[in-house]
């Protein structure tokens, strides 16, 4: 996956922007961070995720999921987006979507699907 990709699926839910962060290209819901592109160029910083899950995720693929010290007390986890497959990051991301969107954005988007 790419960066590209992950544009692609997140722009096509409502209220998802383009935006940039740390210096970085980022995908925001209502000014807030859904998603970005961590400095490496490779890794997606995806917040949202609680640190027992991080490490289930970790422990189950560790080629795609990571952390790094910086990230160890936050709900983020780290993906390896050479790595990883759309099935694998897409539930994560529409999850962290659905937290910042507005439920009125949710609810037709729901309708619709």
Known sequence: MTFDDIRRIALAWPEVEDGSSYGTPA???RKKMLVRLKE???SLVI???PPDERDM???G???VFYFTDHYRDYPTVLVRLSKAKRQTVEPLLRRHWRTLASKKAVR???AIR
Do not use: N, T
């Open 27 to 29: 995908l925001k819901v």
């Open 40 to 42: 490496d160029g490779d």
């Open 47 to 49: 917040p949202g995720v």
């Open 57 to 59: 995720l970790v422990e």
């Open 61 to 63: 693929q560790p080629k």
């Open 108 to 110: 037709d988007y729901d």
